[in-house]
């Protein structure tokens, strides 16, 4: 009896190989899990974007994930978050177009803007221009397609917003020391993915990637993602396991006394 008790316990999930192996399952799965969402805090911040500057890449009240990087790691074409008391007292969500030692200039031939000469294809832009053609007021965003040109400081970023024509950013700046760049240290953060109301990864536009120092690839998100999903997906594996072979073995026994 007391060695058909130990078979029946081993089979029915109380017991045996299998209900260690379901409990190892469930350990890393939860040290998938949480360790995806530590990892997670640690390296990305979120950001509620409060402004239409950045549409139609960014629309006002999104939330993003940027992660935490310093501005030595920033290349043209990042979205990134930066803190500039002249240009706010909040956090600032622009994209890095020039950077040191960059000549940004609108507007080349096309009245496209352009790096060193180099037209670029800002197909992620709104470069509209609703403009009325009035003389641009102190302190307001300049018309889209207002002339300018800059050589941008080492150790410095020239940032615009995607929406230029509703975008507070280095061309209302170029009066001021620096010709409206802002240092690299002023920078905290990266945007690298939407995660509300729409979840999408930020596309680095690829007309940057021929100027010298190429675009930046994206943080570990996706790898932390992967690791929060399969860890709850082994969480609910191991769990499950116990019940289910406790509800066939019990389907057996009833089949079996039946016959």
């Not at 803190?83 to 994209?95: F, Q, Y």
């Not at 197909?123 to 009035?134: E, F």
């Amino acid at each position: 009896m007391g060695g058909t008790e130990a078979i029946s316990g081993g089979k029915d999930g109380r017991g045996g190989p299998g209900n260690v192996l379901s409990g190892i399952v469930v350990a890393v799965g939860f040290v998938l899990f949480l360790g995806g969402f530590v990892w997670g805090a640690f390296v990305y911040r979120p950001y509620t974007v409060p402004t239409d500057s950045m549409m139609p890449t960014v629309s006002p009240g999104d939330r993003v994930l940027a992660q935490r990087v310093g501005g030595a790691e920033v290349r043209r074409g990042d979205v990134v978050v930066f803190n500039d008391s002249t240009w706010s007292d909040l956090p600032m969500v622009k994209r890095v177009v020039g950077v040191g030692g960059d000549t940004v200039k609108c507007c080349g031939p096309g009245g496209e803007l352009t790096v060193n000469g180099t037209a670029l294809d800002e197909s992620y832009a709104d470069t509209s221009r609703p403009d009325t053609g009035l003389a641009m007021p102190p302190g307001q965003v300049p018309p889209a397609g207002t002339p300018f040109e800059v050589t941008v400081p080492e150790g410095n970023l020239f940032l615009l917003g995607d929406r230029r024509a509703a975008s507070l950013d280095s061309r209302a700046h170029l009066q001021e020391a620096g010709q409206g760049t802002v240092p690299r240290s002023a920078v905290t953060a990266r945007v690298d993915a939407l995660v509300w109301p729409s979840v999408a990864m930020l596309e680095r536009p690829k007309t940057y990637a021929a100027l010298p120092g190429g675009i930046s690839g994206h943080g570990p998100l996706r790898l932390q993602a992967a690791a929060v999903v399969t860890g709850a997906a082994l969480v609910v594996l191991g769990a499950a396991y116990g019940p289910l072979v406790r509800f066939l073995g019990r389907g057996r026994r009833e089949r079996a006394g039946a016959a």
